[in-house]
């Protein structure tokens, strides 16, 4: 075997001491592996398992082809160590801890992003839920019992005033509960609604992940939507 192969081999031996669980044996796209797929790589794959210093421990299907998931044995890590120095190989195994700590982390911060979303959207379905066991009393769905705030002349305000972008329901909620501090959420959402249905104002939905949402309780469920900026129609 060429000197070429038998580096190639020392490093296969030398990844699979570092995974313990099992490596496939030939790389592919998208797949970590011992070896690469190259005649040198194929030779030093063979000559792996021909020695015993590799066996193959389960097998994966990816579409059409099947990986052989190989892992180091007592024979293969004896012939590591007679090569290359025991530091060496604790440096493969420290990169690989450090790897699955990076891997850990991503997952972690992923799982936070689908549990606040979870968060939302449950939070939004308990606000669906209150709405249709609510009472069909007409003065609590017209929202008679709530002050008497007029939301019109704080959007025009905030569209004069040149902002960016749609007015955002909690800060809306805060300039019409400035003056009506009794006002509740819930009978803001409903003036929204009423003002929506009469086509004075837009709704306009959050279009980013739901877990983004800075204050959920404001969002507004509109059909399939969930509304979080709102604007005065023109005219």
């Not at 970590?32 to 797929?37: G, I, Y």
Request: with cysteine.
């Amino acid at each position: 075997m060429g000197d070429r192969a038998s580096q190639l081999l020392l490093a296969g031996l030398s990844r699979a001491a570092a995974e313990p669980a099992g490596l496939p044996l030939h790389w592919r796209k998208g797949v970590d592996a011992l070896f690469t797929s190259s005649a040198a790589g194929k030779r030093a794959a063979q000559r792996g398992k021909d020695e015993g210093y590799l066996q193959i421990v389960r097998t994966e299907s990816r579409g059409k082809s099947h990986l052989e998931i190989c892992a180091l044995t007592e024979k293969g890590l004896a012939h590591l160590f007679s090569q290359v120095s025991a530091k060496q190989v604790l440096e493969d195994f420290i990169r690989a801890v450090e790897s699955r700590r990076t891997q850990v982390d991503e997952l972690l911060v992923s799982a936070r992003h689908i549990q606040t979303g979870l968060d939302a959207l449950k939070f939004a379905a308990e606000k669906v839920l209150r709405e249709v066991h609510a009472p069909s009393s007409p003065s609590f769905m017209n929202g008679a019992l709530a002050p008497n705030v007029d939301l019109l002349p704080f959007l025009t305000r905030w569209q004069e005033s040149g902002a960016a972008e749609d007015c955002p329901l909690p800060d809306l909620y805060r300039q019409a509960s400035s003056p009506a501090p009794s006002l509740t959420i819930g009978q803001f959402h409903d003036r929204l609604r009423r003002l929506h249905d009469r086509q004075q104002i837009f709704l306009h939905p959050w279009t980013g992940p739901l877990y983004a949402i800075p204050e959920p309780c404001f969002a507004l469920l509109v059909g399939h939507e969930i509304a979080y900026y709102a604007s005065a129609r023109k005219g």
